[in-house]
T-cell receptor, first 111, second 113 residues
Framework: QQQVKQSPQSLIVQKGGISIINCAYENTAFDYFPWYQQFPGKGPALLIAIRPDVSEKKEGRFTISFNKSAKQFSLHIMDSQPGDSATYFCAARIYGQNFVFGPGTRLSVLP | NAGVTQTPKFRVLKTGQSMTLLCAQDMNHEYMYWYRQDPGMGLRLIHYSVGEGTTAKGEVPDGYNVSRLKKQNFLLGLESAAPSQTSVYFC????????????FGPGTRLTVL
């Protein structure tokens, strides 16, 4: 199954709060899981990524948690800021093949 | 270093008209991709190219054609536009297929009336 499911579709968080976006997949052959951030009117840009041999990766306020047995991974944004307001896409890739993207989550961080 | 650029930024077409979207990258990347982005659908791959002179079909290729005559350019053509092709189109490039990062252009918003 070459599909990545993503939830929620939209998310509203207060400034300083934690934003959590979840993704799930079926194909255990996926070996790379990036998150892309897209601001209005711009193209997506790689934010953070993880491989299935680790359970967590942190870069500043952004953390990916990976649960291989549940075939789920999530993006956590700590101390969310209005500047984080964007659409976030999870994705997955099998080595040697093209990326599959989730449908996206629109995050709004209220000041 | 401009990265990935796309022209035009906006375009309105009537049903049946044709047009070409241009993507250019200055990073000497081998791989280039065309995606369409629709609400609630994420990014879907239309066509891609693994090098100059090569093209391949992605997930949703029908109604589109592509050409990669030069390494730095990747063209997406619509021969007879349909309202279902109203979308935002993104070009991306990467050094190789197994390179982790794809670099995206700013997008072209196309409306077909």
């Amino acid at each position: 199954q070459q599909q990545v499911k993503q939830s929620p579709q939209s998310l509203i968080v207060q400034k300083g709060g934690i934003s959590i976006i979840n993704c799930a997949y079926e194909n255990t052959a996926f070996d790379y899981f990036p998150w892309y951030q897209q601001f209005p009117g711009k193209g997506p840009a790689l934010l953070i990524a993880i491989r299935p041999d680790v359970s967590e990766k942190k870069e500043g306020r952004f953390t990916i948690s990976f649960n291989k047995s549940a075939k789920q991974f999530s993006l956590h944004i700590m101390d969310s800021q209005p500047g984080d307001s964007a659409t976030y896409f999870c994705a997955a890739r099998i080595y040697g093949q093209n990326f599959v993207f989730g449908p996206g989550t629109r995050l709004s961080v209220l000041p | 270093n401009a990265g990935v650029t796309q022209t035009p930024k906006f375009r309105v077409l009537k049903t049946g008209q044709s047009m070409t979207l241009l993507c250019a990258q200055d990073m000497n990347h081998e791989y280039m991709y065309w995606y369409r982005q629709d609400p609630g659908m994420g990014l879907r791959l239309i066509h891609y190219s693994v090098g100059e002179g090569t093209t391949a079909k992605g997930e949703v290729p029908d109604g589109y054609n592509v050409s990669r005559l030069k390494k730095q350019n990747f063209l997406l053509g619509l021969e007879s536009a349909a309202p279902s092709q109203t979308s935002v189109y993104f070009c991306a490039s990467s050094y190789g297929r197994n390179t982790d990062t794809q670099y995206f252009g700013p997008g072209t918003r196309l409306t077909v009336l």
